[in-house]
């Protein structure tokens, strides 16, 4: 026994996988002459039908009043996915579809992950999402003032990548020299974080010559409004792919999946709570294991993408719990470790 979790014999270990399997392949409740003919386990269906009772008394299994076959519970799933190898198999295709995506990512952090999530999504028909890094806590690599004649774009890029741009009016005192002076007083900013810029921004506003005092409130709004964004932000896509299972769902559980989908915060919640461990680099959450996950009847698949040892942020997915979870914590696993190479690029 481990965690109240019952050991399982080889062949019950292979019933049950092979059940989920089949189970997942055709939405179907499996029987044992299923399991028989096209699992390769060379045994008779009598024998695979007493092993399936077996698992459903050990809680594995459950036997839909409809059919006279079964489907695998959230333990049977949890079992399932902890006796997958490590690291998992992508196929050719999915190999292909991240290595082209990264080939071809453009430098900004923020954009990447509104890709990386719809790719999952596509890869896995699932609903993608990740969580980027906060920017209030992000170091500032550049802040730059960029003439634009009529008016000005305020430009900062931080270290993991995200780019924020804003364009502003130029007020009537700025002038070439001037803005050469601002832009100037705006160096030694570079290399602390957007929370502390702003303060010293502010500082700065009142302190500093006059016609600079608007051009230096606009840097500091525009990092603000940047900070603001960063403390309860998700990125989702592929949304529409949990419609398309709706038959697979209560219709009441699909709604409050996409209310949770709407109110961030929530959301974020139940992915903080998930969060994988430094002994893993994949988390699979599956149903009644959370609060959330178990009103919805889903599971969440999530891993976070680093710089070095420090988490940044998560890329993940959420669907039924009748859920490929080998394409799933593959194709996550991979999107990833893209991310974490992208990351640790950008911060060179």
Same mark, same amino acid.
């Given at each position: ?91 050719? *295709? ?12 453009? $430098? ?148 409050? $999946?996409?209310?949770? $989908? ?9 992915? *903080? ?76």
């Amino acid at each position: 026994m481990a965690d109240g979790i019952p050991e399982l014999g080889p062949r019950k270990a292979a019933v049950l996988r092979a059940v989920v399997e089949e189970y997942v392949r055709s939405g179907e409740a499996v029987g044992s002459e299923t399991i028989a003919e096209r699992s390769g386990l060379g045994v008779s269906s009598a024998t695979i039908r007493n092993e399936m009772a077996a698992l459903e008394e050990l809680g594995f299994l459950q036997h839909p009043h409809t059919s006279s076959g079964r489907i695998p519970t959230d333990a049977g799933y949890r079992h399932f996915v902890d006796a997958l190898p490590v690291g998992g198999r992508l196929r050719e *295709q999915q190999r292909r579809a991240i290595a082209g995506y990264f080939a071809e990512a453009m $430098l900004d952090l923020e954009e990447v992950l509104k890709g990386s999530v719809q790719l999952i999504s596509r890869m896995t028909q699932y609903a993608g999402l990740a969580v980027p890094p906060s920017s209030s806590d992000e170091p500032i690599m550049r802040l730059e003032l960029i003439d634009m004649g009529p008016t000005i774009m305020v430009l900062a890029v931080g270290q993991h990548g995200r780019v924020d741009k804003r364009i502003i009016d130029r007020p009537n005192e700025v002038d070439a020299k001037v803005l050469l002076a601002a832009e100037q007083r705006l160096a030694p900013l570079r290399g602390t974080t957007y929370s502390v810029a702003q303060v010293r921004l502010l500082q700065m506003a009142a302190e500093g010559p006059r016609e600079e005092h608007e051009l230096i409130l606009n840097v500091a709004e525009t990092l603000r409004s940047t900070g603001r964004e960063g403390q309860t932000h998700m990125v989702v896509g592929g949304v529409a792919n949990l419609a398309d299972e709706a038959q697979l769902w209560r219709r009441e559980t699909v709604r409050r $999946l996409f209310e949770a $989908l709407e109110r961030e915060h929530e959301m974020l919640e139940v992915l *903080q709570d998930v969060a994988t461990d430094d002994d893993h680099d994949v988390s699979v959450t599956i149903g009644a294991e959370h609060p959330a996950t178990g009103e919805w009847e889903a599971s969440l698949v999530t891993a976070p993408f680093k710089v070095g040892d420090a988490t940044i942020g998560t890329i993940g997915l959420v669907g039924p719990t009748r859920m490929d979870y080998i394409t799933a914590m593959a194709s996550v696993r991979a999107v990833a470790k893209r991310l974490s190479e992208l990351a640790t690029e950008l911060e060179q």
